[in-house]
């Protein structure tokens, strides 16, 4: 029988100017530290709640990457443990003051959030508690049949073995996307929907840079593109970039 594993629901915001939300431990909080922490309690405290990890893009700091784990009833993929848990969440006047707070901290005029719910096809614990977590996404054309998906875990699985034993990476992981808010964001082409979800944990950036100079890494990276080529694979847009990294904090309790 195949594992199930959590949803990740992955939420990508773009911080207001001035507010940084590096530091959420500190005895002295500023207002929006303190407007996160609320928020994220809020989170912790919804039933089928397992634990969250959140940080700022390190290639750009004013991204924030905001990721929940969430069970799933193991027959429909859910972003709750039921239809009627997050229903009554979204209908509860703490959900109200909840999207309220979001936009004290957070661009919604400016620059849309995008979230995205994954359900993983391996374990993405060791990635996302890596010192340094690549995240990518990957689109498929619109009504791909479920062969393209069985041959691109096939390739991707060769890929994951080498980035873990060549690549020194902590933990590395793909799931399938099963949703994304808003439906119609910009980040998949005309056609397309953003499909694969990756993490790949390192010990530092420097890390990930010196698997990406291994010969098993061009070889890794034609294969990928022969198999975009065959079945139109792409790379997702977010805000700018294929490609990034987080320092993720995830806190132990």
Not at 5 to 13: A, K, Y
Not at 151 to 173: D, R
Not at 176 to 205: C, M, N, Q, R
């Amino acid at each position: 029988m195949t594992p199930s594993f959590p949803i990740t629901q992955t939420s990508i915001f773009q911080l207001k100017e001035g507010i940084s939300l590096a530091d959420t431990t500190s005895k002295i909080a500023s207002p929006a530290v303190k407007v996160f922490i609320q928020l994220k309690e809020t989170v912790k405290a919804q039933k089928g709640f397992i634990r969250q990890y959140w940080g700022h893009q390190v290639e750009n700091s004013q991204l924030f990457v905001w990721c929940s784990r969430i069970r799933s009833n193991n027959s429909l993929v859910t972003d709750w443990e039921s239809p009627e848990h997050h229903e009554n969440f979204t209908e509860s006047e703490g959900y109200s003051a909840y999207i309220t707070s979001l936009g004290e901290i957070f661009y919604f005029e400016k620059a849309l959030p995008l979230t995205i719910y994954t359900k993983w096809s391996s374990d993405a614990t060791a990635a996302l508690k890596a010192p340094v977590t690549e995240i990518a996404f990957l689109t498929l054309p619109n009504g791909s049949p479920e062969e393209a998906k069985t041959a691109t875990e096939e390739v991707l699985g060769h890929v994951m073995t080498n980035v873990q034993a060549v690549g020194k990476a902590w933990g590395a992981a793909i799931g399938w996307v099963s949703k994304t808010t808003p439906s119609d964001h910009k980040a998949a082409a005309e056609g397309h929907h953003i499909a694969l979800h990756g993490v790949f944990g390192y010990a530092s950036i420097d890390d990930h840079m010196r698997w990406r100079e291994a010969p098993e890494h061009a070889k890794a990276v034609k294969t990928m593109e022969e198999l975009a080529t065959k079945l139109h694979l792409d790379s997702a847009d977010i805000y700018g970039t294929d490609m990034f990294h987080v320092a993720f904090y995830h806190p132990k309790s």
